[in-house]
């Protein structure tokens, strides 16, 4: 693989990003390409929000980190980390680690006590042991996560 570099998603990066989220969620990055790209450009607006793409010769992995501003905590803010993928054919080359690495700078610089993630139950097996790769970058299973899907989404 070439040379890995870590930046922020350009408007340029829509089909890179819809085809690494095809991979995390297959049948769940196919919407309406207007809509799409509506949601990008709000993204790359909204301050507290940043997401980072992997590029080698091409780009192969993305992260999504979220700065929550917070009154507990002596005030102090927090990161929630979302939508992390990379290229299976990249898999076990680092983008991944350097992905996570950046959020984790990132949080810190914005003086976050903690950096959290939820990772659904299936991501536990062979065939998708993403909870391996947080614990060994060092995240701890400490919390039981609760969602509720609102109807008709
Ligand atoms: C999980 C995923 C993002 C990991 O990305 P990756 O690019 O393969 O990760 P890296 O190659 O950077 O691995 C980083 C480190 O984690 C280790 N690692 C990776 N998977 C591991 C596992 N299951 N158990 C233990 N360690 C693991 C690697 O050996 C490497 O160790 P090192 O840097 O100390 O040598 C990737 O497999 C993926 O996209 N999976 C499908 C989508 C997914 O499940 N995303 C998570 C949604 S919650």
């Known amino acids: 693989m070439a040379p890995l570099a870590i930046r922020r998603a350009s408007t340029g990066d829509l089909d890179a990003l819809l085809a690494l989220y095809e991979q995390l969620s297959p049948g769940n990055a196919n919407p309406d390409r207007q809509r799409a790209s509506a949601a990008l450009n709000d993204i790359l607006n909204t301050p507290n929000v940043t997401l980072l793409v992997a590029e080698a010769d ?45 959020c984790l700078r990132l949080a810190s610089e914005a003086g976050c006590y903690k950096v959290q993630l939820q990772s659904g139950n299936q991501r536990n097996s062979p065939e998708n042991d993403a909870h391996g790769f947080y614990r060994h970058l060092g995240f701890e299973p400490s919390s039981t996560g609760f969602r509720h899907y609102l109807p008709g989404r």
């Open 58 to 102: 091409r780009v192969v992995g993305t992260v999504t980190i979220v700065i929550v501003p917070n009154l507990t905590h002596d005030s102090q803010p927090w990161a929630q980390v979302e939508n992390m993928v990379t290229d299976a054919a990249v898999r076990g080359s680092g983008a991944g680690r350097r992905l996570i690495e950046e």
